[in-house]
């Protein structure tokens, strides 16, 4: 599992809460924030993004680490999602992560009590579907 410094990890954790407060969600009022941590020290930001057809909605977590994408970065050593109630990545987010690294420490934070808890994006999405089951990879 990746391990950071509890500066880093304060770090991670406040821009994700900070990234929340953008978030537009006029449907659920459930705000996300999220931050990820690439392996240079960049810190790259994320917040969910509601439609009326909530099909089209985009979660934080997926946001954050498109636009990570979008910046060159294609590895990051972890991600902080900031929520009321701290909760975990749903499943295409935890997909969508496992796509660029396993490794990844996940970072849940509750915005009500500032309670955390942290797992290992394996522990969250063990045998992920990889490139390694195509058949192009075989």
Not at 10 to 22: E, T
């Amino acid at each position: 599992m990746t391990e950071l410094k509890p500066h880093e990890i304060d770090r991670l954790v406040h821009s994700a809460i900070s990234a929340r407060d953008q978030a537009y969600a006029p449907h659920s009022h459930f705000y996300v924030g999220a931050a990820m941590l690439m392996d240079d020290g960049t810190i790259v930001c994320g917040c969910n993004v509601e439609n009326a057809s909530y099909s089209m909605c985009l979660c934080a977590e997926r946001v954050a680490a498109s636009s990570a994408v979008a910046a060159g970065h294609r590895r990051w050593k972890a991600i902080a999602i900031a929520s009321v109630g701290g909760v975990t990545p749903c499943g295409a987010c935890r997909q969508f992560l496992a796509e660029f690294c396993t490794d990844t420490l996940v970072v849940m934070v509750d915005v009500i009590d500032g309670a955390r808890r942290t797992r290992n994006l394996n522990q969250l999405l063990p045998d992920a579907f990889d490139s390694s089951h195509l058949p192009s990879h075989r």
